[in-house]
T-cell receptor, first 112, second 116 residues
Framework: SQQGEEDPQALSIQEGENATMNCSYK?????LQWYRQNSGRGLVHLIL?????REKHSGRLRVTLDTSKKSSSLLITASRAADTASYFC????????????FGSGTRLSIRP | GAVVSQHPSWVICKSGTSVKIECRSL??????MFWYRQFPKQSLMLMAT?????????EQGVEKDKFLINHASLTLSTLTVTSAHPEDSSFYIC????????????FGQGTRLTVV
């Protein structure tokens, strides 16, 4: 089962621009996580934001969480060609602690 | 970050045979391991959650007799695809986490299974 939907499904921007991806989910959560996946590879953990947090930063990444709207966003600033990948949000549902359920993902392409 | 090793990275097998995929946490003890399946250009679908020493919890629609999961130790979980068929061809990914609430999960590099 999938918990979340992400939009856009695909995003193509020029190198140097900022990329914003959104994630919406359905049930109450303990936390929300963002992952990155290069084609045909495993996933790399980017950021975990807890349900009582509203914003978190890590380098060029900024994540927000709005539990009232059941949504999150991932902002990548000053994008680079190497940021080209698929990005997934994943939630740990409050009712099913220890499960991690993934959203549909956004395919990000950075044009040099 | 912590390392999760998944083996093999790819496998081709004949229809009707069984395939075992291993997932190891190399530098931490994994209280929980997850198995996911991913079709091309799609998201990861959770198949099952396993805790060391207990039976795996399968998601709705996943056949437990078809996908056997064993989590015999705190560092090893295996997924066996029994009597594989071409429709089982997919990318299988494991992940492991050391704690429960609010801890990140670390992912293996995935196994691409092709059944011919």
């Amino acid at each position: 089962s999938q918990q979340g939907e992400e939009d856009p499904q695909a995003l193509s921007i020029q190198e140097g621009e900022n990329a914003t991806m959104n994630c919406s989910y359905k049930t109450s959560i303990n936390n929300l996580q963002w992952y990155r996946q290069n084609s045909g590879r495993g996933l790399v953990h980017l950021i975990l934001i807890r349900s009582n947090e509203r914003e978190k930063h890590s380098g060029r990444l900024r994540v927000t969480l709005d539990t009232s709207k059941k949504s999150s966003s991932l902002l990548i600033t000053a994008s680079r060609a190497a940021d080209t990948a698929s990005y997934f949000c994943a939630t740990e549902p409050y009712s099913s602690a220890s499960k991690i359920i993934f959203g549909s993902g956004t395919r990000l392409s950075i044009r040099p | 970050g912590a390392v999760v090793s998944q083996h093999p990275s790819w496998v081709i097998c004949k229809s009707g045979t069984s395939v075992k995929i291993e997932c190891r946490s190399l530098d931490f003890q994994a209280t929980t391991m997850f198995w996911y399946r991913q079709f091309p250009k799609q998201s990861l679908m959770l198949m099952a959650t396993s805790n060391e020493g207990s039976k795996a919890t399968y998601e709705q629609g996943v056949e437990k007799d078809k996908f056997l999961i064993n989590h015999a130790s705190l560092t090893l979980s295996t997924l066996t695809v029994t009597s594989a068929h071409p429709e089982d061809s997919s990318f299988y990914i494991c992940s492991a986490r050391a704690g429960q609430l609010n801890t990140e999960a670390f992912f293996g590099q995935g196994t691409r299974l092709t059944v011919v």
